[in-house]
């Protein structure tokens, strides 16, 4: 299974940084915007005593709670702080990702509306806003947040990158190739930029698509997204030898990324490596046990292996976890009836 384009946004989102350390490198690899208690990668000295009147203090100690999830405290202390410096823009962005993780997505883009009104000038705010609305499926707002954005700041790669998403999700593929070329083009090294377009012309069929995924890779060798890029090409052309190479590699490098073991595995059962196969979809789902792929296709590699009992429970979690998921639904009826 290929990474979805919202799984892309996600790790834009995941790998912010504060603005100090703020460059070109851009989603995936080095990130933009602002330090929030989402990422706690901050540097700061220990705090021996809190000092109320701090603010900075304050958001860090929001910061730490917000990381072991007592998003009440992390709220109370953010308030605090905002009391100080109400037009904190790293503090808006803080409140609206505390907001978003407990899923009030109506009130984190209510203070993101906020804070580009009182600090209109504020790229990062901006772009925080087009990201949520685009998490949100807001896109034709998003598309007009990014003309405001363009207007003041034309060069902004950020922008053209998050208009290539809202047109790639909405099926106008050319559209997104024109705006995810652009971000390219303004900062070369765009390396979710470069995977989207990949992504767009191996939909075609063009191979040019693998040229994109190479690029990508150029900027970051150990890019996990870009390897599982590549490999799920050669995949999906036959050159099954590349892509387990690809596939061990990134599970050796980044062993927490889940689609390599999903996808080797799906390799190893098409060869008839049955054992090989169900030991991927098991760490497959000792990463990440909502992955109902990962239920279906160990459920019918249990099932080879002579272990029905097993095979019938994976299916039946496979159901649990995506209704909707017709194949593993048709396996379940076969195996309920094999049963009887």
Do not use: W
């Amino acid at each position: 299974m290929k990474s979805s384009v919202l799984f892309l946004l996600g790790l834009f989102l995941a790998f912010q940084s504060c603005k100090s350390d703020i460059n070109t490198d851009r989603l995936g690899t080095a990130g933009t915007s602002v330090t929030t208690p989402a990422s706690g990668n901050a540097k700061q000295k220990p705090i021996t005593k809190l000092d109320t009147t701090n603010p900075d203090q304050l958001y860090m100690e929001a910061s730490k709670y917000f990381q072991s999830k007592q998003y009440g405290l992390a709220e109370h202390y953010l308030d605090m702080a905002m009391r100080h410096k109400p037009n904190e823009p790293d503090f808006i962005m803080a409140k609206a990702d505390l907001y978003m993780e407990q899923n009030k997505s109506r009130q984190a883009l209510d203070i993101l509306e906020q804070g580009v009104k009182a600090v209109p000038r504020d790229t990062f705010l901006r772009l925080k806003q087009m990201q949520f609305l685009i998490i949100t499926r807001q896109y034709s707002t998003a598309i007009q947040k990014s003309s405001e954005l363009l207007a003041m700041d034309p060069q902004n790669p950020e922008a053209f990158f998050l208009r290539g998403l809202i047109f790639k999700e909405t099926g106008n593929d050319s559209l997104a190739v024109i705006n995810f070329q652009r971000a390219v083009d303004i900062n070369p090294e765009l390396s979710d930029a470069y995977i989207n377009l990949g992504d767009l012309y191996a939909k075609k069929g063009d191979p040019l698509a693998l040229k994109y995924y190479q690029n990508a890779l150029a900027f970051n060798k150990d890019n996990p997204i870009a390897k599982h890029s590549i490999a799920y090409y050669y995949q999906n052309h036959n050159k099954l030898e590349e892509a387990i190479k690809l596939y061990e590699d990134i599970e050796r490098v980044t062993p927490g990324y889940p689609d390599a073991y999903l996808n080797l595995g799906i390799i190893y059962y098409t060869q008839e490596k049955i054992p090989e196969a169900y030991e991927q979809f098991s760490k497959l789902l000792e990463l990440d046990d909502q992955v109902a792929e990962g239920y279906f296709y160990r459920a019918l590699a249990a099932e080879q292996l002579g272990m029905p009992q097993k095979a019938l429970f994976d299916m039946k979690e496979a159901v649990s976890i995506d209704p909707q998921y017709e194949e593993a639904k048709k396996e379940l009826d076969r195996m309920v009836h094999l049963k009887e």
